[in-house]
């Protein structure tokens, strides 16, 4: 091992010359001849009953091809959009998500009609001549008030509006509260977020009529699962229907799921008999993409007086919106319930999840999907708890930490952590953020009557999804394997090709750097394909922190098996015994004679040319290998945010952000650190700024980018990064997942901060997303 | 109505609609999709281009208001095959990473550091505040725009 190796070298993307130079191709940059343009009429109430729709004036508008109700999809035979993730003991119930809404619409974006012209200009006047007759219904969009007597009901089958009620249970937690010396209790908020991936959605769908050949291009996380689902809506078989996720502009969750519009492409395209392309505008991005968290959340934490913690119980109703959106049940229940242990021993733990139909937007995974909701609870717990106790934060953290562990460790809710050294991060935290210091600058600042915070979040989060024997076990609709095809040219260069997507995440680059490493190779010379279902192997693809952790596994099975074929072909050339024969650093050579080699290059071109070469083997030299994780990942960390409270204006400034994150060992430095600052921002953005808002009516208030405060430039310091690295036993490179850290980790902890600062004044609670004007009149409550 | 505008040192003669946004011109009927389109209410930045030296967001223009102009686009900015110093200092800094935002970010930094506008890191931070960025968290933005500041 050399410090030149490929494996651990922050090297240039080498996806970027296309980025930089405006020669990437998202879904809308593409056009085919004939192209005709889709729009959506969507409704502008949050319920009603469709009693009429009048397409007359529409269909007569210039340029117009087409207009299409639900009705038209309907016969059609088009099924409706499938909730793929079903979780499993929770009586979870699956009502019918028509692709354009029938009788009744169910939130504000509901689709009514579409329109298919020339031009999208053309398609959108004719969208507003469309005349549509509601019968308007009343509107619930808090999910726990969804839940009580008499609301507004979305679905007629589905009773007070409950989708699923999951429990988790371990230990006693009865008894935990009955012996507790102390409990803190909280009605948490966790608001509905927007993803806002800054490319918006698009679907552009061409079908073959002769040849019943059905190709989409699709801003999509997972362009197999798209596929897999589409043949299920269509019915076209799976095996006519190509997806193509080109250059996809950030996901964070928001494309993961099937959605309508896809559907409607291709019935439009079925129908007009050209192909259909359809781009949402950001408005339309923020009423019909998935939204993201939305938790009403009533947790109780049970301790001993000496700050050991022995239970937590917590009530959570989940807004999962209008329909079920394809991971919808999973996420406030596998990935959030099973995480409530966090990074401490708490032996007795109970949570209900109550999963709740409301006529808004559907909720979905958004960046943490689940886990975000779960720390926050829990960090925030941790930290009243050390209040109410008149503990130090960090020394109660402390005192309920799991003790390190490299062969697992099983919490209270049934999880076995993989590997993990929670001390190790806070330690180094608290180093780099020279705590003594702090917690002394604060005393004095205070006695000016300025109020500085200190915030600590140390976290744990499950990543790498997953077991596939689980995911069926749990109700999720499909395998969470991955599979990888190396394949080497005659002139050696490679091409290595995965199920996973990545959509901004560099694994073109640090994908072929491990390809290079293993092999020998040069990074560049290593291409890596993923994204169109006809050029790579079948794959889950791009979310849950899993790409690297899970993909690897299956890129390291195909390498292994490029080196043991490359070891017989060598043997067979250099006339030695296949046992004699050792690689290393990109050569075949005979063990102890290094000077009687040949490197992986000459191998290849003898492997494809195949002139002399052993009788018994196969030419070529490519390899396909699958990976099934036996264990999900779960990389941790600490993170401590300082910032200073203005009483007066209510204004939060954030001064320092420390961040010590162990994702196992990293592929390229730079790439982990731009996910983690990145992650951070998407944290913060929820705890000061970030918040979706609906009126009684159900009206989306915060419905374009001048009302939804998406995190700028100046709102922010440096970020102070550092790492630890504990391996993951789980696949053969140890790694684990940096995606989500950062925004798993930093919502509690800026939160902490400012509640750490505004102690002095009273204050016990602030609604997220903690605007001056919320912080302000918090102050003024508690003032008096 | 008939326009010329002249889009990275070439000129185009069309008819357009009145109502044509100019990003939509430069896209839809120039075909040059490396200028973004990621929101309907002037916030993003994705889609800013130069326009008679400066830089401006490309969905708040007509089309006919551009008659006659010199626009610079994503495509346009570098020379004789030499990426700008902006294109090569985002690569170095890892300042993208979906490369949504990037061309309205290269070309609004570009513009920010000719103007003089990039004294410090402050002054950077405020500068970009037109154009919004979801995966980076800025930092290895403004480490791109120090970078090319300094060439």
Known sequence: MTDTRAFGASIKRLEDPRFITGAAKYTDDHTLAGTAHLAVLRSPYAHARIMSIDTSAAEAMDGVVAVYTGQDLKDHGFAGIPCAFVVTNANTLTPEHPAIAVDKVRYVGDAVAIVVAEDDYQARDAMYAIDVDYEVLGAVTDPKEAHADGAPQVFDDVPKNEILHWQVTGGDVEQAFADADVVVTETIRQQRLLPTAMEPRSTLARWDAAMGELTVWNTSQNPHIVRFLLSLVTGIGEHRIRVIAPDVGGGFGSKIPLYPEEAMCVFAAQKTGRPVKWTETRSENYQATIHGRDHVQEVELAAKSDGTITGLRAKVWANLGAYLSTASTGVPTILHGLMLSGCYEIPNIHEDVYGMATTTTPVDAYRGAGRPEATFLLER???????????????????????????????????????????GTLDRALEMADYKALRNRQRDLREQGKYLGIGFSTYVEICGLGPSEVAGAIGFGGGLWESAIVRFHPSGKVKL????????????????????DQLGV????????????????????????????VASGAMMGAIEKIKAKGRKIAAHLLEASEEDIEFEDGKFFVKGSPDSSMTIQDIALAANTAWNYPADLEPGLEASAFFDPKNFVYPFGCHIAVVEVDPDSGEIDLQRYVAVDDVGPQINPMIVEGQIHGGIVQGIGQTLWEGAAYDGDGNLLTGSMMDYAVPKAAWFPNFELDHTVTPTNVNPLGVKG?????????????????????????VEKVDMPMTPERVWRAIRDAQG | MEVSITVNGTSHTRDVEPRLLLVDFIRDHLGLTGTNIGCDTSQCGSCTVHLDG??????????????????TTIEGLAT?????????????????QCGFCTPGMIMSAAKLVEEGGATDEEAIRHGLEGNLCRCTGYENIVRAVKQAASA
Not at chain 1, 498 to 508: I, K, R, W
Not at chain 2, 54 to 71: F, H, I, Y
Request: charged share 15%.
């Open chain 2, 54 to 71: 400066a830089a401006v967001k490309a969905c708040t223009v007509l089309t006919v208001q551009a008659d006659g102009a010199d626009v």
């Open chain 2, 80 to 96: 004789n095959g030499q990426l700008h110093p902006m294109q090569q200092a985002f690569r170095d800094q890892h300042g993208l």
């Open chain 1, 381 to 423: 717990m941790v930290d009243k708890l050390a209040m109410q106790l008149d503990l130090d934060p960090v020394e109660l953290r402390r005192k309920n930490f799991i003790q390190p562990f490299t062969e697992g460790h099983t919490v209270a809710t049934g999880l076995v952590y993989d590997t993990g050294n929670y001390q």
């Open chain 1, 738 to 762: 940096c995606g989500e850290t950062g925004t798993i980790a930093s919502t509690p902890a800026v939160y902490n901060a400012v509640m750490d600062a505004l102690r002095p004044l009273g």
């Open chain 1, 522 to 549: 040069a990074v560049e010379d290593v291409d890596v394909t993923y994204g169109d279902t006809a050029e790579t192997p079948m794959g889950w693809g791009t979310y849950g922190s899993r790409t690297t952790a």
């Open chain 1, 497 to 516: 090709m995965v199920g996973v997507n990545p959509h901004g995440q560099g694994e073109e680059t640090t994908f072929a750097q491990i390809v290079a």
